[in-house]
């Protein structure tokens, strides 16, 4: 597609339920990013992408939350046994190429909301 | 690890008004970018300006990588330019993120 793509674009959830969401880089960019939005605040780093691997995962806040990237495309984070705190938008970027980073490139968003 | 600051944190305007965002960073970067949030919560690329000048119609920004801040300036502004203004930065020194500074939330009244 033309830009990053998130989806679903919103997510209600159950305290204590899993979840998945999932970014589509643009095509061809190998570097892929996580963020985590809180109302009010500026985007707060979770995860890097290099390829597959993850070169970069020291923002994720717990061992709740987890990140694949199996063919160095689409990318899926997930929550296990979310929380009310888990509440904010995820925002996922795409960059052509990993450090020295090139101009990143984010989606729309998914808002989740955890009742 | 690197910190970035922004001002003036609130900004009101009158539609027409010229104004100058400032973000201030404490180490040195290979990547800046500014980034407006609209009101859906997209963040849209402004620029992409890890040193030098450049514009874009009403915008221009100039990164000053040596004295560590960057400044974008919009003139004529007009009420679809309010949302939030975030500076993003990755360090020079092994950084493999972006670091958003707290962002200056401009209102454009009519």
């Known amino acids: 597609g033309a830009g990053v793509s998130q989806t679903p674009s919103n997510k209600v959830t159950e305290k204590g339920k899993y979840v998945e969401l999932r970014c589509d880089p643009i095509?061809?960019?190998?570097?892929l990013y996580w963020y985590r939005q809180s109302l009010g605040q500026g985007p707060e780093f979770l995860i890097y992408f290099q390829g597959t691997g993850a070169a970069d995962d020291s923002g994720l806040p717990n061992d709740r939350f987890f990140a694949v990237r199996p063919e160095g495309s689409v990318s899926t984070l997930k929550i296990q046994r979310t929380e009310r705190g888990d509440s904010a938008v995820y925002l996922c970027?795409?960059?052509?190429?990993?450090?020295?980073?090139?101009?990143?490139?984010f989606g729309q968003g998914t808002r989740l909301t955890v009742v | 690890g690197i910190q970035v600051e922004q001002s003036p944190p609130d900004l009101i305007l009158q539609e027409g008004a010229n104004s100058t965002l400032r973000c201030n960073f404490s180490d040195s970067v290979n990547n800046l970018q500014w980034f407006h949030q609209n009101p859906w919560g997209q963040l849209i690329n402004l620029f992409y300006i890890p040193s030098g000048t450049k514009q874009n119609g009403r915008l221009s920004a100039t990164t000053v990588a040596t004295e560590r801040y960057s400044l974008l300036y919009i003139s004529s502004s007009q009420t679809t330019d309010s949302g939030v203004y975030f500076c993003a930065v990755m360090d020079d020194n092994y950084g493999q993120n972006f670091v958003f500074g707290p962002g200056t939330r401009l209102s454009v009244l009519p």
């Open positions: 095509s061809g960019h190998t570097a």
């Open positions: 970027a795409s960059s052509p190429r990993g450090p020295p980073a090139l101009e990143a490139f």
